[in-house]
């Protein structure tokens, strides 16, 4: 990694560490994925209470790892390199999910003192007094912004960090299909339910049958109910021996209708603004979660604007919410829906077979596109739409997991 520093260009960090960072990003960088490695371990075993808040799927397949790995070095180079892309959108998406799982502040010093010294470990000799120094200050400055967002979103929300979730009963509950079911919850404290900017998600901490707690992130996939909110399940199955999904299975075999679950408030940035644009939205599998609230926003608020959407999966008979898009695509203007198929049923003249192409779909020059499914997918859809010289700024995505792709593409 080659960095310069343009001249007269000025940093957040100190000029000493900035000389250091430059130095040494490269080595961090390469080794970064092997410090956050040794970082967990060595901070649950004396914080085991954080095993209750970290997503343990995550931890397993090393995706969180992953993650705060990336951040930290697409931070740092931010930091060195100001012709770097903009990092705004990293730090959002990491206070909203911090905001959704009730982080606070004073756990930076916890999670600073365990990284630095995985730091230590990993990097042994070469970690000198001015390079511990330099990285401190990093971490610190990192800290520091995200804590100033977490306090603005928690304040917005009228959230006290101490007391992140709210419970909320189960009132309703719908298989969609085989593999997917969705939960109608109401507030149980009779409290109002917050406001919910279409798009968002909420995390839910579940209580699992072995004793441990566990929360996941879960899109609020209708807010067109009253007083209740909608969130809808895709069932995780292990491949090649992996177990199967934790919390999902969970939510599929043992909620039932009068249980309570405990939600934290609506969070995210995958939000739609009110502008007279026309929409994309792009969605393979689990990813019709988004689209659902989108669609009946627009159609509660805007029914003139110009909405496409184009979904992906196994079979029609996977493809949740489908009838409920199509049915709220019917109060729209203009609304176009496209479906690709890995399987087409026979006599479905409609679906495409195979993977989303889009180089086909006729679309308006000013399109804006929201699309959520795999990484891969995501990618496909990237790479396709910039084809058709569509600004890779008119396109957003939202990941369903560890965002393993916000530190390396500007937002
Ligand atoms: C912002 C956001 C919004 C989301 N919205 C939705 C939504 O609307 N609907 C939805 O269905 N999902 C959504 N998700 C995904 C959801 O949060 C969960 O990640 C998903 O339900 C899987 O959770 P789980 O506990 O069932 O699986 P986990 O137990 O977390 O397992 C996840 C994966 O890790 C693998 N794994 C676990 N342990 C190991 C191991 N030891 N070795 C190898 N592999 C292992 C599992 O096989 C599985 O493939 C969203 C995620 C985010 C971040
Ligand atoms: C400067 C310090 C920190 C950085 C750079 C950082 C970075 C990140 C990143 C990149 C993610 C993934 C976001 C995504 O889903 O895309 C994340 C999630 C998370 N962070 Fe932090 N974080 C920091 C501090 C903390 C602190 C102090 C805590 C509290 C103990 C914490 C707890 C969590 C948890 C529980 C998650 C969700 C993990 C998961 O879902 O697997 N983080 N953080």
Redesign the pocket.
């Known amino acids: 990694m080659t960095i310069t520093h343009p001249a007269g260009a000025t940093s957040l960090l100190s000029g000493p560490a900035q000389a250091v960072v430059s130095a040494t990003a490269a080595v961090v960088a390469e080794h970064a994925e092997q410090i956050t490695a040794r970082f967990y371990p060595r901070?649950f075993d004396e914080?085991p209470e954080?095993l209750r808040?970290?997503?343990l799927?995550?931890?397993a397949t090393g995706?969180?790892s992953r993650?705060?790995a990336?951040?930290?070095v697409a931070?740092a180079v931010h930091l060195i390199d100001p012709a770097a892309p903009s990092f705004a959108h990293?730090l959002r998406?990491?206070a909203y999910?911090?905001v959704s799982?009730g982080?606070?502040?004073e756990?930076?010093?916890?999670?600073?003192r365990h990284?630095l010294a995985a730091v230590g470990e990993v990097l042994g000799d070469a970690v000198t007094a001015e390079v511990a120094s330099a990285w401190d200050e990093v971490?610190?400055l990192?800290?520091a912004q995200?804590i100033a967002e977490e306090a603005r979103l928690y304040q917005q929300a009228a959230v006290d960090p101490a007391e992140p979730v709210r419970p909320y009963r189960v009132v309703r509950r719908i298989e969609e299909t085989a593999d997917v079911i969705s939960l109608v919850l109401e507030p149980a404290d009779g409290a109002e339910l917050p406001k919910v900017v279409p798009g968002q998600y909420v995390s839910v901490f579940v209580n699992l049958p072995d004793g441990r707690r566990q929360?996941?992130?879960y899109t609020v996939s209708s807010t067109a109910i009253g007083n209740r909110l909608q969130i809808t399940v895709r069932r995780v199955r292990g491949v090649n021996g992996a177990p199967d999904g934790q919390v999902s299975s969970f939510l599929h075999d043992s909620v039932q209708l009068g249980d309570v679950l405990e939600l934290s408030a609506p969070a995210g940035d995958f939000v739609v603004e009110p502008s007279s644009t026309p929409l994309l939205l792009a969605s393979a599998g689990a990813g019709i979660t988004t689209v659902l609230p989108v669609v009946e926003h627009i159609a509660r608020t805007q029914p003139e604007r110009t909405v496409i959407v184009a979904h992906a999966d196994r079979t029609a008979q996977d493809h949740a919410l489908r009838e409920t898009v199509q049915h709220l695509g019917r109060q729209l203007d203009d609304f176009t829906a496209y479906t690709w198929y890995e399987t087409v049923d026979p006599g479905d003249t409609r679906s495409y077979s195979g993977y989303m192409d889009l180089s086909k779909i006729p679309l308006p020059d000013d399109i804006q596109v929201f699309t959520c499914g795999p990484l891969p997918f995501m990618r496909h859809v990237r790479s396709s739409l910039t084809a058709r010289n569509i600004p890779a700024s008119r396109i957003r995505y939202e990941?369903f997991?560890?965002?393993?792709w916000?530190?390396q593409i500007p937002g």
């Not at 756990?107 to 600073?112: L, R």
């Not at 997991?401 to 393993?404: A, E, I, K, Q």
């Open positions: 901070m914080h954080l808040v970290f997503n799927g995550n931890q995706e969180q993650a705060l990336a951040s930290v931070y990293v998406r990491i999910k911090h799982l982080i606070r502040p756990q930076y010093t916890i999670v600073g990284l971490y610190w990192f800290a995200l929360p996941r992130q990941v997991g560890p965002d393993l916000a530190a």
